[in-house]
């Protein structure tokens, strides 16, 4: 073990090895279900070539190795080891923003940014960056769009991985490739930039499409050390609305009419628990604000940048008040507790020190994945069933339903508050997580993101799916290095 300890200090420095017991206890677990395990060092990288260093060494000494980027807490047991004897790879202290061009709306940065620090320097050359819901504010960006989190902009999402473009990804088999149109070379950003290229399109290099490797994988493919990224405009003039509904199914076909009219920036849809947890400051806020928040609302904003914002604005507005007259829905600035404006721009804020969703017990366990919005009645009605079946209080599980892709396919996420120093109730929550996954799957729910016990809910679903996936793992990462045990039949 103390030779392994020099070789890291080798390559990254001793001030960035860390075997500290307690340090180790922290990266042992996270919020999820995940089973604990110890890693057996802590690395920080500071650099790509670390990176590589640090990977090649790792085959010639079978080692595994699990990327982290975000600080704690983490939900999703991704960054749990699922093997003994691992490292944690740490690259949360590579902090740069290589490249703004507002010209070409785009941004280039390193996996230790997140969305505060990122949105600061766009915000100085007038731009932004479409966020995932209310990220936690030491939430990983670079991690977040490979690990495909909703975006709130569905109605400009041309494909799922957006904003994500090009990537340098050191993969399992030491080699450091660019990829999208970056892999065209020369292999040396301030060149290219030089050149006039800005990392803008994805695919590549040649016919090949990459960075698909690297995106939803847990980190078990490579490890990315940049990312571009597609900026939007920051907007001048914006307006924004509430549709308040008894059903979700109420919401069903104006949602569906702004989608197909590509009306406003901002569109979801929430039930009042949910609402609340996002909105509410403190338990007797959320609590207060779930007794009066209408059952189900479906917020939208409008915006305008720099080309006749007001009169691109009014022509939404003039659009979306005639999607709710037909649906018969109403568009109100405000609803009992919260106001429009509050709702979205809480959304697209990170949260403050204390995440929003440990707000009302302490603990959270979510749901998720993806399907179609007129499949997602069945999907809650199931939930409500089993949360009845096991125990759980139906009033606390938030609903939180995310229009993607332009609208061809929708987030769907269960959120289930408890109290994790309560064991009785954190077991309750642990077997309703499990009874619904299942649940779920089986009324044809994707598991896109298959974390946990969804690897192999998802993965049992096609066997033929499971061995090209195994066959790709073989050839990017032929040692099986990078975080095992994640996207595998357990």
């Known amino acids: 073990m103390e030779s392994m300890k020099q070789n890291l200090v080798d390559i990254v420095g001793a001030a960035n090895v860390i075997d500290n017991p307690e340090v180790l206890a922290s990266y042992a677990k996270d919020e999820s279900f995940a089973t604990p395990m110890k890693p057996w060092f802590v690395v920080k990288v500071e650099n790509a070539e670390q990176v590589q ?3 090649n060494w790792a085959r010639k000494s079978q080692t595994p190795l699990v990327p982290v980027s975000s600080g704690a807490p983490h939900f999703k047991g991704d960054t749990v080891p699922s093997v003994p004897q691992a490292v944690i790879v740490d690259l949360s202290g590579m902090k740069k923003i290589l490249s703004i061009s507002r010209q070409q709306r785009m941004c280039v940065i390193e996996p230790g940014v997140t969305y505060g620090e990122l949105q600061e320097a766009l915000a100085k050359e007038g731009m932004t960056l479409s966020t995932s819901l209310r990220p936690r504010a030491n939430k990983s960006v670079l991690t977040s769009v490979l690990e495909v989190e909703p975006r709130l902009n569905c109605l400009h999402q041309f494909n799922y991985v957006e904003p994500l473009r090009c990537t340098e990804v050191t993969f399992g088999d030491g080699i450091q490739m ?13 060149k290219q930039w030089e050149l006039g290229k800005w990392q803008v399109h994805p695919g590549g290099p040649g016919t090949t499409d990459i960075v698909k490797m690297v995106t939803q994988a847990q980190g078990s493919m490579g490890i990315v050390t940049w990312a571009s990224l597609k900026c939007e405009l920051l907007p001048t003039v914006r307006k924004s609305y509430l549709v308040p509904a008894k059903k979700s199914t109420d919401l069903e076909d104006f949602v569906y009419k702004t989608i197909w009219g590509r009306v406003g920036d901002r569109l979801f849809v929430m039930n009042k628990a949910y609402l609340a947890y996002l909105m509410g400051d403190t338990v007797e806020q959320i609590a207060e604000l779930k007794t009066i928040l209408p059952n189900w609302v479906a917020p939208v904003s409008l915006s305008g940048d720099i080309l006749l914002p007001e009169l691109k604005v009014e ?6 008040k005639e999607y709710a007259k037909q649906t018969g829905v109403h568009l109100l600035p405000e609803v009992p507790g ?3 404006d509050e709702v979205i721009e809480k959304a697209s804020t990170p949260s403050g020190e204390n995440y929003w969703k440990l707000t009302y017990k302490g603990g959270c366990q979510d749901i998720f994945f993806v399907t179609t919005l007129d499949k997602t009645p069945k999907f809650i009605e199931a939930m409500y069933e089993l949360a009845i079946e096991v125990g759980y209080p139906t009033e606390d599980i938030g609903i939180y339903i995310q229009p993607q892709h332009m609208g061809t396919s929708v987030h769907l996420e269960f959120s289930l508050p408890y109290n994790p120093d309560n064991a009785r109730e954190a077991k309750l929550v642990k077997e309703l997580y499990t009874a619904a996954s299942m649940r779920m799957s089986k009324l044809g729910a994707f598991f896109s993101r298959p974390y946990d016990i969804w690897s192999t809910i998802q993965l049992n679903k096609d066997a033929q799916y499971y061995m090209l996936l195994r066959k790709v793992k073989e050839i990017f990462d032929p040692d099986n290095i990078m975080n095992p ?5 357990k």
């Open 315 to 320: 022509s939404q507005e003039y659009g979306l």
């Open 53 to 55: 260093n640090l990977v």
């Open 338 to 340: 919260v106001t429009a």
């Open 178 to 190: 660019f990829t999208g149109e970056a892999g065209g070379g020369p292999q040396d950003l301030k």
């Open 485 to 489: 045990g994640k996207l595998t039949i």
